[in-house]
């Protein structure tokens, strides 16, 4: 890689970042400008800034790190994502828009008319986006070490500018953004592709290698079902103009999920197949890259890398901001503590990055966590406008134990699908529950 160029070309796109960011933070007036962009988010930029949302440090750097050990199975992964993307717009994007709220949390106040879970199951979910937003930078983090940019103070540097544009114009800076890194990493990985599939001596060391199956489960489920409670997703869905436009712009970033992340995939088959020897710490993706193409190339894909994870990251900010200030604070507060708010959670994750390693993992527990805990009540909900708060309860519970006993206590089933089989028993108990009280006081009613 051409460090010159790579460093050069980084800090370029930071300042293009930064200077669309506060061009687009302008004449933010209140806290719906400042979480949904006014809603007034229109076909191509919803779709785009859905498509930086998802294909991040994971779905790139995970992906081929995954494909490297497992081969083509790790399709399912990305798989994941772009089905859950597609479904939302073909049902589940309308089904959110039409509860008229600013997070997906507040369904459960909505449709199960409690604050108290609510703000039970905002907890999960910001819980669940900080971790996901630590495995983002932990993913820089590894990639720049490996690319020999190892200087802590240059690492904060380069992540204190990303909060702050973040934080300063909300949504609507994050859309603005997106827009520029989803096209500029999109346009950079399909050209890298184009390059080494063109060349026949690469393709032709492609052999088949005994496919992964314990992790197909969590690969393909868990970023589907996250999908639908996932907050970044929800605001992106309550920030569109309409929920014909949301549904749209869903749907084709799917489509367009699933072409690109193909793209680390085969590279990560590539460099298995060829032989390549990977250096611990080192990221697959790029040893390839630094293998099958030239020194400006590689600095090209690794600025699309870190484009990919900065969009991933910016959106996890803004989500994780919204869930705190809407769930857990009176929403007359000043977008001053909205921004201070935002920074704070932001920072904290870049110390906790440094304690932990593995990406895909992280991710992945990151998701089960909250899919466990939530995603049958707000599922059932977006059907079944007035729910049972005991239902919804007891959901929670069995999914939260679940989820813990499965982590503890070795199990040959997958422990994704048992947690959500789980909090589905538990909503269903609920469900039996409250009729049988209701039937007993109609009964008693009667007999008076």
Do not use: H
């Not at 190339?297 to 994870?309: D, E, N, Q, R």
């Not at 005991?390 to 939260?400: E, K, P, R, T």
């Amino acid at each position: 890689m051409n460090i010159t160029f790579f460093t050069t070309l980084l800090f370029v796109l930071q300042l293009i970042y930064w200077i669309v960011g506060r061009r687009a933070s302008k004449n933010l007036k209140n806290k719906e400008d400042y979480f949904l962009a006014g809603k007034t988010v229109r076909f191509f930029p919803l779709m785009m800034t859905f498509l930086a949302t998802q294909v991040g440090g994971g779905l790139i750097l995970g992906a081929a790190d995954e494909a490297y050990q497992f081969g083509w199975s790790v399709l399912f992964y990305p798989l994941g994502a772009a089905l859950g993307l597609i479904a939302l717009g073909l049902g589940l994007g309308r089904k959110l828009v039409q509860f008229q709220v600013s997070t997906v949390v507040e369904i459960f106040e909505v449709a199960y008319r409690s604050r108290v879970l609510r703000k039970i199951g905002s907890m999960f979910s910001v819980i669940s986006l900080f971790m996901i937003l630590v495995a983002q930078i932990i993913a820089s983090r590894k990639f720049l070490i490996a690319i020999g940019l190892s200087s802590t103070p240059l690492f904060i540097a380069f992540w204190a500018i990303i909060i702050l544009y973040t934080v300063r114009g909300g949504l609507k800076a994050v859309i603005s953004t997106d827009i520029v890194q989803a096209g500029f990493f999109s346009f950079i990985f399909l050209l890298c592709f184009i390059w080494v599939a063109s060349d026949t001596s690469f393709v032709s060391t492609f052999e088949p290698f005994a496919a992964v199956t314990t992790k197909l489960s969590g690969w393909l489920l868990m970023p589907l079902l996250f999908m639908v409670i996932e907050q970044d997703m929800g605001q992106r869905c309550f920030a569109g103009d309409s929920a014909k436009t949301v549904s749209k712009a869903a749907f084709w970033a799917g489509i367009g999920t699933m072409i690109i992340c193909v793209v680390p995939v085969f590279l990560g088959i590539l460099a298995r197949n060829m032989g390549l020897v990977i250096p611990t710490g080192a990221s697959v993706l790029m040893v390839v890259i630094n293998e099958v193409t030239n020194p400006w190339m590689s600095a090209l894909v690794g600025c699309a890398v870190l484009a990919a994870i900065i969009s991933t990251a910016t959106s996890l900010i803004s989500a994780m901001s919204s869930n705190l200030t809407s769930d857990f604070f009176k929403r007359k507060e000043s977008l001053r503590f909205m921004q201070i708010i935002t920074a704070f959670f932001s920072i904290g994750a870049i110390f906790f990055a440094f304690y932990f390693s593995n990406v895909v993992d992280i991710l992945i527990q990151s998701y089960e966590l909250s899919i466990s805990c939530l995603f049958v009540p707000i599922f059932i909900a977006l059907f079944k406008r007035q729910g049972n708060f005991i239902s919804a309860l007891l959901s929670m519970i069995f999914g939260l134990f679940s989820f813990c006993f499965f982590k503890v206590i070795p199990f040959s089933f997958p422990s994704e699908i048992a947690s959500i089989c789980a909090s589905l028993l538990g909503f269903y108990i609920g469900e039996v529950t409250v009729w049988i009280r209701k039937k007993g006081s109609i009964t008693v009613k009667e007999s008076a």
